[in-house]
C-alpha cells in the first residue's frame, strides 16, 4: 500500500469524482461538475506519479503527451452530430486500458497467475476479460454509428448457442488461470502441464474476450448503439474497479465502480425512454421485423405546402411548438431553425421546443445539437411537459422527426406499440418538414401525415428551413 | 483475507454512492452525463502508470505503455468533449 499523503489525496479525489457526478445531474452546475472530476483526475495522476519511483520517465510522459493529443484534437474538433460514435471509442480505450493493465500484471507475475494467490488471479482473468470485451464491442458499436459496419442486426442461425459455449470457455479457461488446482485438472486434457498452461490460455481468453465484445453487439440495431454504448460504459466501469483489486488501488475501485453504477442508471433511463427493456436490446435484433408493417404508403391522400404557405401559418399563430428529430441534425438546419424561432418571437409567437427523450442519435443528443444553435435550455420541454401544452397549441412544426410522432404507438397491435410518443396530434395544426413519406427507424408508415390537420412540407431541410426564414420575414 | 475484504467494502459503498448522485437526471443531461461519466472510467490510467512505472521486462512495458496512451485519450479527450458539450447550454 502507497504512502499516506498519496492515500490521503486519493481520498480527496474520491470526493471530488463523487461530488462531481452529482453536479452533473443539473443543468446550471454540470459544468463545474465535469471540471471538479477532471480536478479529481489530475490529482490522482500526478500524486500516482510522485508516490512511485518511475523508472523511465521518457515513455511514461511521452505516452501521456501522445494520448492527450490525440483525444485533445477528436475532442476538440469533432462534429456535434458525431457525439455517439465518439464516446463509444473513448469507452473502447478505457475498457481497452483496462485489458492491458491487467495484461502487463500477468507478464509481471511470469505469466503465472495462480502464483499470485487465487483473489488476485481472479480479478486479473476478470479485468481481462470485462476490458477487452468492453474494447472490441466499442469498437463494433463506433463502426455501425459511423456507417463502416453495417446499421443492421447482424444474426447467424446458433448464435445465442455459439456466444454461450464461446462465455462458458472463457470461464473455464480464466478458471484454470486462477486457481492451481483448476489448471492441475484441465491442463492434462489439452496434453500440457498445469504450469505450462498458463501463457497460451491467457492468449485464448483474450482472443475469446474480444470476439465476444465482437458477437455481443453485431447482432444489435444501429438504432438501438447508444444503450449499447451507455452499458459498455458501465463495463469500463467496472473493468477499472476490478484492476483496482488487481492493484490494491483505492482511487481504481471508488471512480471505476462509481462509473459502473452510473453507467447501469443511465442505461436504465435510455432503456426506459425507448420502451423497450435490456434484454430485448440486447437479443431483440430489432429492427428486422419492423419491415413486415403494413405499407400503405403513397397510397393515401396528403396535404402539402411550400415555403410561404407554412411561413403564414406559422407566422400568424399564438404558439408554436418545434419538434426536432435527427432529420434536423443530418441537414445541420438547426442554426436555420434557431433564426426561424427568433423572426417569430419577434412577431410576439410564444414558441417552444418538444425534446423526446430519444431523438437524436443518443438520448439527450438534440438537446446538445440545439443547445449548440444557441437555444436556451429552458425552452426545451420534456416530453411530459410538451405533451400537457399541445392542448393549447396553435402550431406544432416538426423537423425531421418520425416515429416519436406517430400515433400507432397508442396502439397495441403496433411494433412501437407502448413507446412514449409527443401527442402533436392534438395541436390545432401540425406542420411535417421532411424530405418524403418514407418511414423512420421502426420501419413502419405514419398515420399522422394523413391528418386532416396536417401539413407536409416536403424537401430537404436546410433548404426549407432558409426559404422559411425569407418568408417569416416578409410575412 | 483482510485486505480483499477492505477492497470489498469500498467497491460496494461506491457502488452505492454511484446509484444515488445520478439516481435524478434530466435527459437534457444524458448525453454530456455519458460523456463525462465515460472519462472517469479513464481512472483506468493509474493502473496503467503504476504498472509502467517500474517495469522491467520489454512486454509488461509495451502493455503499460499501450495502456497509458488509450487511457489518457478516454481521460483527456472526454473531460474536453463533455465541456465543449456543457458550455453551449446556456440559459437566456
Not at chain 1, 482511487?251 to 435490456?278: D, E, F, P, Y
Not at chain 1, 421502426?442 to 436546410?462: E, V
Not at chain 2, 461506491?14 to 461519466?37: D, F
Not at chain 2, 502493455?63 to 437566456?92: H, P, S, Y
Amino acid at each position: 500500500m502507497e504512502n499516506t499523503i498519496t492515500q490521503i489525496v486519493y481520498l480527496i479525489s474520491a470526493v471530488l469524482f463523487v461530488s462531481g457526478i452529482k453536479l452533473l445531474s443539473s443543468p446550471a452546475t454540470a459544468r463545474s461538475g465535469n471540471a471538479r472530476a477532471s480536478l479529481a483526475m489530475l490529482l490522482a495522476i500526478v500524486v500516482t506519479l510522485l508516490d512511485h519511483e518511475i523508472l523511465n520517465w521518457t515513455t511514461v510522459l511521452a505516452a501521456m503527451a501522445a494520448g492527450a493529443v490525440i483525444g485533445g484534437l477528436l475532442a476538440r474538433y469533432i462534429e456535434m452530430t458525431a457525439m455517439p460514435q465518439l464516446v463509444a471509442v473513448f469507452n473502447g480505450f478505457g475498457g481497452g486500458a483496462s485489458a492491458a493493465v491487467a495484461a502487463a500484471e500477468f507478464v509481471r507475475a511470469g505469466g503465472n497467475s495462480p502464483s499470485l494467490g487465487v483473489d488476485v488471479g481472479v480479478t486479473i482473468v476478470l479485468s481481462t476479460l470485462i476490458g477487452a470485451v468492453t474494447f472490441s464491442g466499442s469498437l463494433i458499436a463506433f463502426g455501425k454509428l459511423q456507417g463502416i459496419v453495417t446499421g443492421k442486426p447482424v444474426t447467424f442461425p446458433l448464435q445465442k448457442t455459439f456466444n454461450g459455449l464461446l462465455f462458458l470457455l472463457t470461464l473455464l479457461v480464466g478458471a484454470s488461470l486462477a486457481h492451481v488446482a483448476v489448471a492441475d485438472a484441465v491442463a492434462p486434457l489439452v496434453g500440457m502441464g498445469g504450469l505450462e498452461i498458463s501463457g497460451p490460455f491467457f492468449l485464448t481468453l483474450v482472443v475469446a474476450a474480444l470476439i465476444l465484445g465482437v458477437l455481443l453487439v453485431i447482432p444489435i440495431g444501429g438504432a438501438d448503439m447508444p444503450v449499447v454504448v451507455s452499458l459498455l460504459n458501465s463495463y469500463s466501469g467496472i473493468a477499472a474497479a476490478t484492476t483496482g483489486f488487481v492493484l490494491n488501488n483505492y482511487i481504481l475501485i471508488i471512480a471505476g465502480s462509481l462509473v459502473g453504477a452510473a453507467g447501469l442508471i443511465l442505461t436504465q433511463l435510455m432503456c426506459k425512454a425507448m420502451n423497450r427493456s435490456l434484454g430485448n436490446v440486447a437479443f431483440g435484433a430489432f429492427g428486422t421485423e419492423g419491415q413486415t408493417a403494413k405499407a400503405k404508403t403513397g397510397e393515401r391522400p396528403v396535404r402539402d405546402v411550400d415555403a410561404e404557405q407554412a411561413a403564414m401559418v406559422l407566422a400568424y399563430a399564438g404558439s408554436v411548438a418545434v419538434v426536432p428529430g435527427y432529420g434536423l441534425a443530418v441537414a445541420q438546419a438547426q442554426h436555420e431553425l434557431k433564426k426561424v424561432c427568433d423572426l417569430l418571437e419577434d412577431r410576439g409567437v410564444i414558441v417552444r421546443f418538444g425534446v423526446h427523450p430519444v431523438a437524436g442519435r443518443m438520448p439527450g443528443h438534440m438537446n446538445v445539437l440545439l443547445a449548440e444553435a444557441d437555444v436556451s435550455y429552458d425552452k426545451l420541454l420534456d416530453l411530459d411537459d410538451i405533451n400537457a401544452e399541445f392542448d393549447s397549441t396553435d402550431v406544432v412544426l416538426i423537423v425531421g422527426a418520425n416515429d416519436v410522432v406517430n400515433p400507432a404507438a397508442r396502439d397495441p397491435d403496433s411494433v412501437i406499440a407502448g413507446m412514449p410518443i409527443l401527442d402533436v396530434d392534438k395541436a390545432r395544426t401540425v406542420i411535417v418538414m421532411k424530405r418524403s413519406l418514407s418511414p423512420g427507424f421502426a420501419g413502419i408508415d405514419n398515420d399522422l401525415f394523413y391528418m386532416d390537420n396536417t401539413l407536409m412540407f416536403f424537401g430537404d431541410a436546410r433548404d426549407q428551413m432558409t426559404e422559411l426564414v425569407k418568408e417569416v420575414r416578409e410575412a | 483475507m483482510g485486505e480483499l475484504l477492505i477492497l470489498l467494502y469500498i467497491f460496494v459503498l461506491a457502488t452505492l454512492a454511484g446509484r444515488e448522485v445520478i439516481s435524478k437526471v434530466p435527459p437534457t443531461l444524458h448525453t454530456p452525463l455519458m460523456s463525462g461519466a465515460n472519462a472517469i472510467s479513464g481512472i483506468a490510467i493509474i493502473g496503467a502508470l503504476m504498472v509502467t512505472a517500474a517495469a522491467g521486462q520489454l512486454w509488461v512495458k509495451v502493455l503499460g505503455t499501450a495502456g497509458i496512451v488509450m487511457a489518457t485519450i478516454n481521460v483527456v479527450g472526454g473531460f474536453m468533449v463533455t465541456d465543449r458539450m456543457l458550455q453551449m447550454f446556456r440559459k437566456r
